[in-house]
């Protein structure tokens, strides 16, 4: 694991992008796995301003999303694909057809979560892909106790990140409680992968995610046996780390 320690959220972001766009300039025609949340706002951003700066264009991306929450469809403010369009896909040059986020008002969930795993398949698997992390350690939407060899499926939300993702919604009763996640064996097959970590809310996982057991009860731990994982991480979110 490389760990990068920036001051805070901006230089997470700036360097998040840099290594974003690198890989960009550096593929014929990558493959992005990307996450949503809070984490990675700042970096789509980033990303954004690049662009505008005619630093990098997006014609020849593909793009997977990590998850999307059970029955909301991409229209609605809260779901992933709505979040996606609005924070970065609208502002690049990115044809949305070559953007994917599993479908959440599919008639056939597991259906939906196979095709979607055969996809990522079919472009031959992600060069780089985009984590947050959660607060019980979660990456996508696996939770602790997910098998590290789980693939793309619909997942229960425990109470914790409910609560965490309250603040999108209204109430905690309109949070859905299920998503189409990636799942473990399915993120870490992807060739390199970058962890973004603001905050101090984040800093236990992180420090667990780094030093601890590799156990299914903190599912980023399991980047530890990943050969190219980077963490970016602000000073708050570090704090814990030894
Ligand atoms: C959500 C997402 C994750 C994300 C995590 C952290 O539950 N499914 O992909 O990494 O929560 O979110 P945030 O960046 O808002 O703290």
């Known amino acids: ?45 980033q990303i954004i301003g690049k662009y505008k700066q005619g630093e990098v ?56 979560c196979n095709d979607y795993e055969q996809l990522i ?4 698997g992600i060069d780089l892909q985009v984590l947050g992390l959660g607060t019980n350690g979660h990456i996508a939407f696996n939770e602790p106790g997910t098998s590290f060899d789980s693939r793309t499926s619909v997942v229960d939300l425990t109470q914790e990140t409910l609560e965490s993702n309250r603040r999108f919604f209204d109430s905690i009763e309109e949070v859905p409680t299920q998503a189409l996640s990636m799942g473990i ?4 097959e992807a060739k390199e992968i970058i962890l973004l970590v603001s905050g101090e809310s984040k800093a236990k996982a992180l ?8 156990t299914e009860d903190l599912p980023a731990s399991i980047l530890q046996q990943h050969d190219h994982v980077t963490i970016i991480a602000d000073e708050a979110a570090l704090s814990q780390v030894k």
Do not use: W
């Not at 990307?34 to 970096?43: F, H, K, M, Q």
């Not at 593909?62 to 694909?81: A, I, K, M």
């Open 1 to 45: 694991m490389k760990i990068i320690k920036v001051k805070d959220y901006d230089e997470m972001s700036k360097k998040a992008c840099k290594l974003i766009v690198d890989k960009i300039k550096e593929l014929n025609d990558p493959i992005l796995g990307l996450a949503t949340g809070s984490t990675p706002e700042g970096l789509y951003q």
């Open 185 to 188: 064996g399915s993120v870490i």
């Open 57 to 112: 264009s997006f014609k020849n991306v593909t793009t997977f999303n990590l998850d999307e929450y059970v029955g909301l469809d991409g229209d609605h403010p809260n779901s992933y694909r709505y979040f996606m369009n609005d924070k970065l896909f609208k502002h690049i040059d990115i044809s949305l057809d070559q953007t994917f986020v599993p479908n959440g008002i599919a008639n056939d969930l597991k259906a939906e």
């Open 207 to 214: 420090s667990l995610a780094i030093n601890g057991e590799i």
């Open 121 to 124: 398949q079919d472009v031959g």
